[in-house]
């Protein structure tokens, strides 16, 4: 192999646990105001452009100068210009330093531990986390890699968490609020304890966003996002992404990316950079629609369980709003005679539609226990709180009074 120190020749990151982000230029400005111009401003970046929106290069392949001057973006499948526009936005939204994008959350969640993870070498987790990581956790890695996940019993005690960090543990991984269940988890205590460890944190911020919660503020390394869900927010795109020390991210793009994988394509990447500029709007909307639908859920007699942080009884709800500034689009209930009583209302709807994703602007429902989450064990999804009469209600975009009146005639049936 060549040695010739080339851009994408890259030594493994190493993790530091003195390091912090660095300051970033547009660090003081406003979170909106980032989500508008992070990466392209059209006075900036003005020329070859002349454009007051980003620009689409749709090329997966970026011709040389000259035989010795390696061009960079060099292929498609590690950087393309308007990815990296998404890229340096996502980054910038988050307060991390660089980030990588990927196929989709999942496969971004897959590329860091392939990474960072060698046989042997351990991952420290919850229950609480998408049904597609707990399968790499428990079964893709584990047999394939021979890299062990190690899942806390009691995820609201830091103690839990310590009792299984050792000289081996890669990573700890943490997913607040969590889907579909929205356990709050306490990203600063759990900093803590990874931390003194010597041990990076990850925190999947996908049901929050940096909108309403911005875990590298309260001590995470790395965070994991899937583009898919409230980030892109109308099920058009499919994407994923990390955020985190700009030598991880480089690591993870030239060491892995590059061989195993794709960063979002340019249409996407375009599409996903005219979304984030309304992300702030969307959430305080999502949020405040899904409160009134919680508050509504408490109250009926057909609900037997509510799993939201804003209501007032969720364990976690001074936590909850401490560490967030609203709660959320997403939230899950319980009705009664299990999957039969779940595929019954599912089915009565008429303006909620039954799909298998979250976060998008109309209001859509799944069942945890057959879809997302169905390679957990009957124990594990008890433990987790997937009741087999929980539905996932990702509410959207559209007057609350008319998803309640849905929800109505759907839970009379």
Known sequence: MSKDNHFFMREPWTYDPEARPKKRDDGEQGFNTRALHAGFHPLGDLEPYRSFVPPITQSMTFPYKTFDEIPCPVYGRTRTPTNTLLEERLASLEGGEACITAGSGSQALFNLIFTIARPGDNVVTSLNVFGEGYKQAATIFPERCQVDFRFVQDPGNPDSWDALIDEKTKLVWVETPSNPCLFITDIAAIADVAHAHNVPLMVDNTTATAALQTPMDLGADIILLSITKFLAGNATVIGGAIVGPEDLVEDIRWNTTEFIGSVVPPLEAWMTLQY?????????????????????????????????????????????????????????????NGKAGAAAVMNAFKLVVHAVTFGTSKTICMHPATITHEHMTPAERAEAGIDDGLIRFSVGLEDPDDIIADLEQALSK
């Open 276 to 336: 984030l500029e309304t992300l702030a709007m969307r959430m305080q909307r999502h949020s405040s629609n899904a409160q009134a639908i919680a508050e509504y859920l408490k109250g009926h007699p057909g609900v037997a369980h509510v799993n939201y942080s804003g209501l007032p009884d969720h364990p976690q709800y001074d936590l909850a709003a401490k560490q967030m500034k609203a709660h959320g689009g997403l939230l899950s209930f319980v009705v009664k």
